[in-house]
Every structure is written in structure tokens, then in C-alpha cells.
């Protein structure tokens, strides 16, 4: 997904990443409870509740951008020009960012694969692998931003 991130796994890394993977740990807790809260607000149909969640998520990540494939420099951006959305979660060493590949299909903006990266002083971006149901939330995460209304 990102050519900065190493091919070898970091958990054959684990004493050099131990800060970044609990860091990165961290987050994802961060993000799950985020949603278990968020669930439990619409279950309770408690709207002031949701609209503070929805708050917290928002500014959950440091920065959130966006990146473009090649396209004609005379023509506005769209959000069809969108292939990757990056968020930062947390920065300096240990970092952690979340990356999400975007498909177009039909028009329509799909969230494809979603990858969490982490890094420590002086080593490169590794992926921390999750399993299916935290990456299915890391996808609702990533779906809570409006990234297109910009465009």
C-alpha cells in the first residue's frame, strides 16, 4: 500500500517496536471504545450523546489528508481523484497512522483495504497486523470523516 512501509513483518521486530506497538495498541483501544460508545448512543437513540462522540472522533487524529493519483493539472481536484486517505493518530516517536486505499466503484467512494502503521525513533513504518473485526472498525473510523465535501 505505502512503498515507505518495509515488507518484513513487525512481529519479527517486536523488542525494537515494543513503544510503537503499544502506542499503536493504544489507538486502536482508543478507536474501538470510540465506537462501542457510539453504538450504544444510537441503541439509546441519546442524539446530545451521539453529536458529542461524533465530536471526539473528529478530533481523534492529528491531521487527516488526502492523496491523489496523477490527473490534469488544469482541472480542479474531485473526490474521484482520491486514492488514499492518511490519518495521523499520533506523532513523534513512537508515530502511528492509519491508511485507507480508496476504491471507486460505480462513481461512489468505497473504503477498500485500511492498513495501521507504526514507527519509533530512527526505524521505519511498519504495518501492525489486526484482525477482521478491529479492521472492520477501523474502517467505520475512516468512514466518519467527510473527506470529500472539500472537493
Not at 84 to 105: C, D, M, S, W, Y
Amino acid at each position: 500500500m505505502n512503498d515507505v512501509v518495509e515488507d518484513m513483518t513487525i512481529l519479527e521486530r517486536v523488542d525494537e517496536y515494543e513503544n510503537a506497538l503499544a502506542v499503536g495498541r493504544g489507538c486502536i483501544a482508543h478507536i474501538c471504545e470510540l465506537n462501542r460508545l457510539q453504538n450504544e448512543a444510537i441503541d439509546d437513540e441519546d442524539w446530545s450523546r451521539q453529536d458529542e462522540i461524533m465530536d471526539r472522533i473528529l478530533k481523534t487524529p492529528y491531521s487527516v489528508e488526502v492523496r491523489t493519483g496523477w490527473c490534469n493539472a488544469y482541472r480542479q481536484l474531485s473526490a474521484e481523484d482520491i486514492e488514499e486517505i492518511k490519518f495521523t493518530l499520533a506523532g513523534g516517536g513512537p508515530a502511528v497512522r492509519l491508511i485507507a486505499k480508496i476504491e471507486h466503484v460505480n462513481g461512489w467512494m468505497e473504503i477498500g483495504e485500511v492498513e495501521l502503521q507504526v514507527q519509533d525513533w530512527f526505524l521505519p513504518w511498519r504495518v501492525l497486523p489486526v484482525g477482521n473485526d478491529t479492521a472492520k472498525v477501523l474502517e467505520w473510523f475512516v468512514q466518519m470523516f467527510p473527506v470529500t465535501e472539500g472537493y
